[in-house]
């Protein structure tokens, strides 16, 4: 059984920075990337950044030059750092865990961050 815990969140002023964290425990392959999503108030998630194994990586447009995504593989471990945050960054956060030799997504439970003055 694969567990996916996230942590980090908070509440922030525009301009500031957040940094998530998510773990990832349990039996699953190496082969696989590790994501952050996102869901505001009345709409779908999205999908932020992913980082794949191999160390590839993607952005939404709405963060590139913003956030950044790293992971520790010997930690199963995957970071978000948020930067130059605007209100438009709250929603809840999730971790998901792309397992792609067995095709399996694990999800986190989520962590809510809010952009405030």
């Given at each position: 059984?694969?567990?996916?815990?996230?942590?980090?969140?908070?509440?922030?002023?525009?301009?500031?920075?957040?940094?998530?964290?998510?773990?990832?425990?349990?039996?699953?392959?190496?082969?696989?990337?590790?994501?952050?999503?996102?869901?505001?108030?009345?709409k779908?998630?999205?999908?932020?950044?992913?980082?794949?194994?191999?160390g590839?990586?993607?952005?939404?447009?709405?963060?590139?030059?913003?956030?950044?995504?790293?992971?520790?593989?010997?930690?199963?471990?995957?970071?978000?750092?948020?930067?130059?945050?605007?209100?438009?960054?709250?929603?809840?956060?999730?971790?998901?865990?792309?397992?792609?030799?067995?095709?399996?997504?694990?999800?986190?439970?989520?962590?809510?961050?809010?952009?405030?003055?």
């Amino acid at each position: 059984q694969v567990q996916v815990v996230e942590s980090g969140g908070g509440l922030v002023q525009p301009g500031g920075s957040l940094r998530l964290s998510c773990a990832a425990s349990g039996s699953f392959h190496s082969l696989n990337a590790m994501g952050w999503y996102r869901q505001a108030p009345g709409k779908q998630r999205e999908q932020v950044a992913v980082l794949s194994s191999g160390g590839s990586e993607n952005y939404a447009d709405s963060v590139k030059g913003r956030f950044t995504i790293s992971r520790d593989n010997a930690k199963n471990t995957v970071y978000l750092q948020m930067n130059s945050l605007k209100p438009e960054d709250t929603a809840v956060y999730y971790c998901a865990l792309h397992d792609w030799v067995i095709k399996g997504d694990y999800w986190g439970q989520g962590t809510q961050v809010t952009v405030s003055s």
